[in-house]
């Protein structure tokens, strides 16, 4: 390791012990904590299923050079990111990533053994696999409806869609030793005004009623669903609401998903978590920047990303949560979109790690809000980059200079792709 990174630990180390932080600990609790790394980053959210356009009211914008075209060029760019970024990951996958041929089969017809290039890729690089049903993208989107369609052909196919799903995500959870948290997102709404609120929501409930009623075990996955407030085409209604399934997640004590994109813009997820967690098992993040609307720009280190962080830690909220990105950008580098997204999540969490918290929650308590703020606000200037780059050159990872690794990759692998 570099002298100057050495140096430079051992004074932000000593900085921290003052205030009775351990840096050590931090950075060994940072290790520990997964980050389930969404595959469709790197594909535009393409998959291996057809060449539908993508739909549901979700947009990916731009056209940088390079996208991955296949399982083996998706795998070769998760493996470049994971060469970049240190700590436990997952990938979290869509039911359009499929590894072999369906032959002639339908999504609603996926098995396990669709997905065993994933299960052999996950063993291979030690990362657990996290799943999602695809109800997007598809023919039988139809009308803006899945799940909550009134047409029953439409909704019996998602059904069916999503509980190959459920069981291809306890499959991932028993091949790999590690739960599988499968999400339930669906995009169904209206353009327009709805006549009844409440009709599709009843039926968005039986499906979801029938998808949750397995004949088999499943102990070996977390289901979660995701509410949305708006999307593309589904400006006026959104059937999976916020109340709709914070209500269903807590009834059936599923873990409730919040992505940062999906509220109102002054609404922040980094507040709902202390309260949710309250009711439900477990919550999956999905974590996002919304830019004026839901626009999964790249996660950068914003106020909310620091707050999420802030509460999880503060609270002790960690252990029933599971923290996942969701961001999609083709207007650059589609790895170095991943590395920065990953990297700002786990500096958020490092700096988190790097309070005082007992002290700080005892000020609280006192009613002394003054050394609360004054603390809080020194804390922001405190050296955890120093910290962060002992932890990446301990694990022989580049620091600053982490992008020539990838303009090297971009030159000898991705521009070779001709896309
Ligand atoms: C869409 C949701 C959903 C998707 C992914 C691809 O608004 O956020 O999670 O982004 O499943
Ligand atoms: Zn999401």
């Given at each position: 390791m570099e002298e100057k990174i050495e140096k430079a630990y051992r004074l932000a180390k000593e900085a921290y012990a003052k205030i009775g932080v351990d840096t050590d600990k931090a950075i060994e609790k940072l290790d520990q904590v997964p980050i389930s790394i969404q595959c469709w980053q790197a594909d535009d959210i393409q998959g291996f299923v057809n060449s539908n356009a993508l739909t549901g009211g979700?947009?990916?914008?731009?056209?940088?050079?390079?996208?991955?075209?296949?399982?083996?060029?998706?795998?070769?760019?998760?493996?470049?990111?994971?060469?970049?970024?240190?700590?436990?990951?997952?990938?979290?996958?869509?039911?359009?990533?499929?590894?072999?041929?369906?032959?002639?089969?339908?999504?609603?017809?996926?098995?396990?053994?669709?997905?065993?290039?994933?299960?052999?890729?996950?063993?291979?690089?030690?990362?657990?696999?996290?799943?999602?049903?695809?109800?997007?993208?598809?023919?039988?989107?139809?009308?803006?409806?899945?799940?909550?369609?009134?047409?029953?052909?439409?909704?019996?196919?998602?059904?069916?869609?999503?509980?190959?799903?459920?069981?291809?995500?306890?499959?991932?959870?028993?091949?790999?030793?590690?739960?599988?948290?499968?999400?339930?997102w669906i995009p169904d709404g209206m353009k327009d005004d709805p006549y009844s609120h409440l009709e599709a929501r009843k039926r968005l409930t039986t499906s979801l009623d029938e998808i949750l009623a397995t004949d088999y075990d499943h102990s070996d996955e977390i289901l979660a669903v995701e509410s949305k407030f708006f999307g593309i085409g589904a400006e006026s209604y959104t059937v999976g609401s916020s109340e709709f399934y914070l209500g269903y997640a807590a009834k059936n004590?599923?873990?409730?998903?919040?992505?940062?994109?999906?509220?109102?813009?002054?609404?922040?997820?980094?507040?709902?978590?202390?309260?949710?967690?309250?009711?439900?098992?477990?919550?999956?993040?999905?974590?996002?920047?919304?830019?004026?609307?839901?626009?999964?720009?790249?996660?950068?280190?914003?106020?909310?990303?620091?707050?999420?962080?802030?509460?999880?830690?503060?609270?002790?909220?960690?252990?029933?949560?599971?923290?996942?990105?969701?961001?999609?950008?083709?207007?650059?580098?589609?790895?170095?979109?991943?590395?920065?997204?990953?990297?700002?999540?786990?500096?958020?969490?490092l700096k988190a790690f790097l309070e005082p918290t007992e002290y700080l929650l005892g000020k609280e308590k006192a009613l002394d809000y003054t050394e609360r703020l004054a603390l809080v606000e020194e804390l922001k200037s405190y050296p955890w980059g120093d910290v962060y780059a002992y932890y990446l050159a301990k694990n022989g990872i580049p620091n600053h200079d982490w992008l020539d690794a990838v303009k090297a990759y971009e030159k000898e692998v991705l521009e070779k792709r001709g896309n």
């Open positions: 979700i947009q990916v914008t731009g056209n940088y050079p390079g996208k991955a075209r296949n399982f083996q060029e998706l795998t070769q760019d998760l493996e470049k990111v994971f060469s970049l970024v240190p700590g436990k990951k997952k990938v979290n996958l869509h039911a359009i990533y499929v590894t072999r041929p369906l032959e002639g089969r339908d999504i609603d017809a996926l098995v396990p053994e669709d997905f065993a290039g994933w299960v052999e890729f996950a063993k291979k690089n030690g990362v657990g696999l996290d799943f999602n049903p695809t109800c997007f993208s598809h023919p039988m989107f139809k009308d803006n409806f899945s799940l909550a369609s009134p047409d029953e052909e439409v909704r019996s196919f998602w059904v069916r869609h999503a509980k190959a799903c459920v069981r291809i995500g306890d499959y991932f959870g028993k091949a790999l030793g590690e739960k599988c948290v499968t999400n339930i004590q599923i873990a409730l998903c919040l992505d940062s994109g999906h509220f109102h813009p002054n609404e922040f997820i980094s507040d709902k978590l202390s309260s949710a967690l309250l009711y439900v098992p477990e919550i999956l993040l999905h974590i996002s920047r919304p830019v004026n609307w839901d626009s999964d720009h790249v996660v950068t280190d914003t106020d909310e990303l620091n707050h999420i962080m802030e509460g999880l830690v503060r609270d002790g909220l960690l252990d029933r949560t599971h923290i996942g990105l969701d961001f999609f950008d083709a207007t650059i580098n589609r790895i170095a979109a991943y590395v920065i997204g990953i990297r700002s999540t786990q500096k958020a969490l």
